[in-house]
């Protein structure tokens, strides 16, 4: 399958069309932003790793019954993935608390939740992707009523996979985040990655942090984080 013209250019990704209408290739860059495009830098070898790290899993996550937009990886960096519209809803959960949940709540990371927690945020860098209530995203039609069910029903299921699978290799899974994508029928889909730049893996053992965190806070060592995150999950 051929890239054809470019449709988009995100922070991370470049999405091409293709001869089929209803399919896609995403081209994923070295790119890398924090802080809604703020801060700007390169993380050498991030593109090839978050592209075979989210098709990894969502195959097996198509495979444990969570549709995806995934249809056949053709290179290190470049997929083709069902055509979607994307639902502007960062679909976020968190197991421990970090991130924007200590700063929100003035409380340390690293708590563990007794039950995991379920947010959305509006994807809008220009109002800084506020948090967003399920009302606010009907009111707005964003979604509807039985399309957000089953985003939380499939954003649960991807939390048990994704914990039982990192636990395996080591790895705390803290948080995380998904974008759901509607198909031509109207299916619900996930799409986008599931990589280290939109979740939070921490070291079991350690703690160290093996994600993008270390490139938002300056830890150093950011490619080492990917690279590990890639042999751990993918023995590569
Ligand atoms: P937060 O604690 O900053 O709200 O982040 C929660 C999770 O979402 C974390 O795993 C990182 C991920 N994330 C993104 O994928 N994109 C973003 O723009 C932000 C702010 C967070």
Redesign the pocket.
């Known amino acids: 399958m051929e890239k054809l013209q470019q449709l988009y250019e995100g922070k991370a990704k470049k999405v091409y069309a293709t001869a089929d209408p209803d399919l896609v290739i995403v081209s994923y860059k070295d790119d890398a932003t ?3 495009g703020l801060k700007k830098g390169t993380i050498l070898g991030k593109g090839a790793i978050n592209n075979q790290m989210t098709n990894f899993l969502m195959q097996k996550l198509a495979a444990a019954g969570v549709p995806t937009h995934f249809v056949e990886e053709l290179n290190e960096r470049e997929t083709v993935v069902k055509k979607v519209s994307i639902v502007p809803l ?1 679909v ?1 959960i ?1 197991n421990v608390s ?6 929100r709540y003035g409380v340390k990371e690293g708590i563990v939740f007794d039950s995991p927690s379920f ?1 959305f ?1 509006y994807k809008n ?1 220009d109002l800084h ?1 506020p948090l967003m209530s399920e009302y606010h995203a009907v009111a707005l039609k964003l979604a509807t009523w039985e399309e957000i069910e089953l985003i939380r029903k499939y954003a649960f299921q991807v939390n048990d996979f994704l914990k039982a699978e990192l636990l395996a290799c080591g790895v705390t899974l ?4 998904l974008e759901f994508g509607k198909t031509s029928d109207g299916t619900i889909v996930l799409a986008d990655e599931i990589s280290p ?4 893996f921490w070291d079991a053992r350690t703690g160290e942090k093996l ?3 270390r490139f938002r806070r300056d830890l150093g060592n950011v490619e080492g984080a990917y690279q590990e995150m890639a042999r751990r999950l993918m023995g590569r």
């Open positions: 924090a802080f809604d960062e976020i968190r970090a991130g924007s949940f200590a700063k947010e945020s860098d992707d803290v948080d995380f985040k730049d939109t979740c939070r994600d993008k965190d």
